[in-house]
């Protein structure tokens, strides 16, 4: 059988898909994309890769602007949906936190007019000699009522802000659950696609959906402040020369700023450690700092060699700066630019003075205070807006990357019909069918068999039992079950119809009971909730006979809360820097909540061995597989293995199919074994009949045989 068959299986497309009959030959008109190109540049240990605009590329002012305002209006729709769904996970709610962000961002405004206000009243009572005590009394009451208010509304949106925050990121976090479950293998191991959905989980304040909710609504209130801002300083200032300049001039500090300072932030950029010391130098901390590394450290020898070589690195690294990239572009700047830089903190009030000197009438204290505090807080509000332009169309890609990601299509096309047919339900064991199309190469596992596929590693064993699981499709040939293509049938039909143990088995992060229980998470043994009064056995009854089999019975019972013990717990746990000198019981429960359960590699194995008979026990089994399964066992649990997978398979008519690389008491008893060689079938046969053969099982067979005998027939043996 050729290699091609097993060993290289059908992969994710990695172009867009063939078009449909009858599609349009001319394409759709796009926007021809802007020309860009890479630029690198080497800072401190950095180097530091942006993608610009090609130089000399001129395009129409404001064209880009253009551009991006089609692409905000296509998007709407998406941005109309997505806060439709927050919104509707507490509505109230919801309206609390966003008066109190729209409250929040007129806080500047209102503060201004407050300060006014107070300034005012000074300057008057200091014109007159008399001070006006009921208005100064009223301002002051205003202004406590004011800053009683906002800390109202700022506990309100705290305290909304923690409930809609669990909500929002729950509400998609279920449905990016569901689009990532329905994914199958190839698709789920396709580029990108694992890390597109995926990295929107996550309990980080700018994680998942609430997130990009989150800076939406920053936005806005950022909008509203801007708008409150200029709103008082054109009421208040209006009747003053140059007034309606004041703002203009505000933009200054901003515009000068977000053109003159370079940052990897302003363009598509990314940044890595080149230099060959400095990753020296990082790689043998790692080292010294990782408990996998200690054993060979200390066993050979090594900690002369480590200091040596980080103190060569070190000297050659000399005063090469490692600091953040954008520190060290500031360094970079000309101080002419960094004086213009602060010098445009003082155009409003320079403005304001020249104003004064043309007109010394308009001259006032209070309209002083205010530029002076004004122009510090429009400068902020509008630097903030001119620097996370960038990061708002960020925002709202990955808000439409959000919306599309139940839509992937999968790249295994699924099948219509049931299985097992009607007149197949009650028959047990898997006829299994391997075939391909142009080469009269093929073999048959017939119901109730048991069959061992051999070889060495990388041969193509485990791969087999992809096909059969349809975890992947051959990429030439066809696969038959029962008669029928495995393509035809509904492939989560044919799975529920197995029992299968995969070399890289896995241990999920809850009890053992369950851990066990999920090798059939639907139903037990075919009997619904409630039966055990009628006779049936009980889940725990069920579990505790699969834990038997599978040899776990005795780890199980070494567990401080046995069953239900989470041997490895995910906890989320923080401690401050003063915990490490914390008291002895202290330091004792930090690591009692975070440690992992000690486990052997073949106390793994057992513990999903348990998993698998508690599957494969169930009527509804007809394939029972598994790959490797004594890889880590001695030959005594070896032995029992095999007898107890025979009971529960074979024995009750099922189909047994064995992946191994060990020769001995299973191959003797197999129905059928099927000898592998780099991605190829080169046998089949019973073990007499392949060992008469004298080809490939019969060179492995006696390679392992030897193994076990004296090199010398005088030899004495090791008591």
């Known amino acids: 059988m050729c290699g091609d068959s097993l060993s290289e299986v059908s992969k994710p497309p990695t172009s867009n898909p063939p078009k449909a009959s009858g599609a349009q030959d001319n394409p759709p008109r796009t926007e021809k994309p802007a020309k860009t190109v890479l630029k690198f540049r080497e800072l401190g240990v950095w180097t530091i890769m942006t993608e610009i605009n090609a130089g000399g590329s001129?395009?129409?002012?404001?064209?880009?602007?253009?551009?991006?305002?089609?692409?905000?209006?296509a998007i709407f729709p998406i941005v109309y949906h997505f806060l439709h769904e927050c919104f509707?996970?507490?509505?109230?709610?919801?309206?609390?936190?966003?008066?109190?962000?729209?409250?929040?961002?007129?806080?500047?405004?209102?503060?201004?007019?407050?300060?006014?206000?107070?300034?005012?009243?000074?300057?008057?009572?200091?014109?007159?000699?008399?001070?006006?005590?009921?208005?100064?009394?009223?301002?002051?009451?205003?202004?406590?009522?004011?800053?009683?208010?906002?800390?109202?509304?700022?506990?309100?949106?705290?305290?909304?802000?923690?409930?809609?925050?669990?909500?929002?990121?729950?509400?998609?976090?279920?449905?990016?659950?569901?689009?990532?479950?329905?994914?199958?293998?190839?698709?789920?191991?396709?580029?990108?696609?694992?890390?597109?959905?995926?990295?929107?989980?996550?309990?980080?304040?700018?994680?998942?959906?609430?997130?990009?909710?989150?800076?939406?609504?920053?936005?806005?209130?950022?909008?509203?402040?801007?708008?409150?801002?200029?709103?008082?300083?054109?009421?208040?200032?209006?009747?003053?020369?140059?007034?309606?300049w004041f703002?203009?001039?505000?933009?200054?500090?901003?515009?000068?700023?977000?053109?003159?300072?370079?940052?990897?932030?302003?363009?598509?950029?990314?940044?890595?450690?080149?230099?060959?010391?400095?990753?020296?130098?990082?790689?043998?901390?790692?080292?010294?700092?990782?408990?996998?590394?200690?054993?060979?450290?200390?066993?050979?020898?090594?900690?002369?060699?480590?200091?040596?070589?980080?103190?060569?690195?070190?000297?050659?690294?000399?005063?090469?700066?490692?600091?953040?990239?954008?520190?060290?572009?500031e360094?970079?700047?000309?101080?002419?630019?960094?004086?213009?830089?602060?010098?445009?903190?003082?155009?409003?009030?320079?403005?304001?003075?020249?104003?004064?000197?043309?007109?010394?009438?308009?001259?006032?204290?209070?309209?002083?205070?205010?530029?002076?505090?004004?122009?510090?807080?429009?400068?902020?509000?509008?630097?903030?807006?001119?620097?996370?332009e960038k990061s708002f169309r960020q925002r709202l890609e990955e808000m439409k990357t959000v919306a599309e990601l139940g839509k992937i299509q999968n790249t295994l096309e699924d099948g219509e019909l049931h299985y097992p047919k009607d007149v197949l339900k009650h028959s047990p064991g898997m006829e299994i069918r391997f075939q391909r199309r142009y080469q009269d190469v093929s073999f048959t596992i017939g119901k109730g068999q048991a069959v061992v596929i051999v070889g060495i590693n990388g041969s193509g064993k485990s791969t087999l039992l992809k096909l059969f699981n349809r975890l992947y499709d051959p990429s030439s040939g066809g696969i038959s079950i029962d008669g029928t293509s495995l393509s035809s049938f509904v492939a989560s039909d044919v799975r529920r119809s197995m029992a299968m143990l995969s070399q890289s088995y896995t241990h999920y992060p809850l009890s053992i009971r369950e851990n066990i229980a999920l090798g059939l998470p639907d139903a037990s043994y075919d009997s619904a909730p409630g039966e055990a009064e009628k006779g049936q056995h009980s889940v725990d009854d069920l579990v505790k006979e699969a834990a038997r089999l599978g040899g776990a019975t005795e780890i199980i019972e070494k567990q401080r809360n046995g069953f239900d013990t989470v041997l490895q717990p995910k906890v989320y746990s923080w401690s401050t820097s003063s915990a490490t000198r914390g008291t002895q019981a202290f330091q004792d429960k930090m690591k009692d909540?975070?440690?992992?359960?000690?486990?052997?590699?073949?106390?793994?194995?057992?513990?999903?061995?348990?998993?698998?008979?508690?599957?494969?026990?169930?009527?509804?089994?007809?394939?029972?597989?598994?790959?490797?399964?004594s890889a880590s066992l001695d030959p005594k649990m070896e032995y029992e293995l095999f007898e107890s997978l025979r009971a529960v398979s074979t024995e009750q008519g099922k189909t047994m199919v064995f992946v191994t690389h060990r020769f001995g008491y299973l191959t003797k008893r197999a129905d059928l074994i099927l000898v592998m060689q780099n991605g190829c079938l080169v046998e089949q046969g019973k073990h007499s009949e392949l060992l008469d053969l004298g080809g490939e099982y019969a060179k492995l067979y006696k390679l392992q045989a030897e193994a076990f005998l004296p090199d010398d027939k005088n030899e004495t043996p090791i008591s």
């Open 58 to 73: 001129w395009t129409l002012p404001g064209r880009a602007v253009i551009q991006q305002g089609r692409e905000m209006i």
């Open 88 to 244: 509707s996970v507490s509505p109230w709610m919801m309206v609390v936190y966003i008066l109190a962000s729209l409250w929040n961002s007129t806080e500047d405004a209102v503060d201004l007019y407050f300060s006014s206000q107070l300034l005012n009243i000074i300057q008057n009572s200091i014109t007159n000699q008399k001070v006006d005590g009921y208005a100064l009394a009223k301002a002051v009451i205003y202004r406590v009522i004011f800053t009683f208010m906002t800390s109202a509304f700022s506990k309100a949106k705290k305290r909304a802000s923690h409930v809609l925050a669990n909500r929002i990121r729950y509400l998609f976090e279920e449905r990016l659950i569901r689009a990532n479950l329905r994914l199958d293998l190839p698709t789920f191991q396709g580029p990108e696609t694992a890390a597109k959905i995926n990295r929107y989980f996550g309990r980080g304040s700018r994680g998942g959906a609430w997130g990009i909710f989150r800076d939406l609504i920053s936005k806005l209130t950022t909008l509203s402040s801007v708008i409150s801002q200029l709103s008082f300083i054109f009421g208040a200032l209006r009747s003053q020369p140059g007034g309606y």
């Open 593 to 629: 909540v975070t440690k992992d359960a000690e486990v052997s590699l073949g106390q793994w194995q057992r513990l999903a061995l348990s998993r698998l008979f508690y599957r494969a026990a169930a009527k509804h089994i007809k394939l029972v597989a598994v790959d490797e399964p």
């Open 331 to 388: 360094l970079q700047r000309s101080s002419f630019l960094s004086f213009i830089d602060a010098f445009t903190e003082d155009f409003p009030l320079i403005f304001y003075a020249f104003q004064v000197y043309l007109s010394p009438q308009s001259f006032s204290l209070t309209s002083i205070a205010l530029i002076q505090q004004a122009s510090s807080s429009l400068t902020w509000t509008f630097y903030r807006i001119l620097r996370e």
């Open 247 to 329: 703002a203009v001039v505000c933009l200054g500090k901003s515009a000068f700023v977000s053109v003159s300072v370079d940052s990897i932030w302003s363009h598509t950029s990314f940044f890595w450690d080149s230099n060959p010391h400095y990753r020296r130098m990082r790689s043998l901390v790692d080292i010294v700092t990782d408990a996998t590394h200690r054993v060979e450290i200390i066993s050979d020898g090594l900690k002369d060699y480590i200091q040596r070589e980080w103190a060569k690195a070190r000297v050659l690294l000399g005063d090469t700066s490692d600091d953040y990239p954008d520190s060290l572009l």
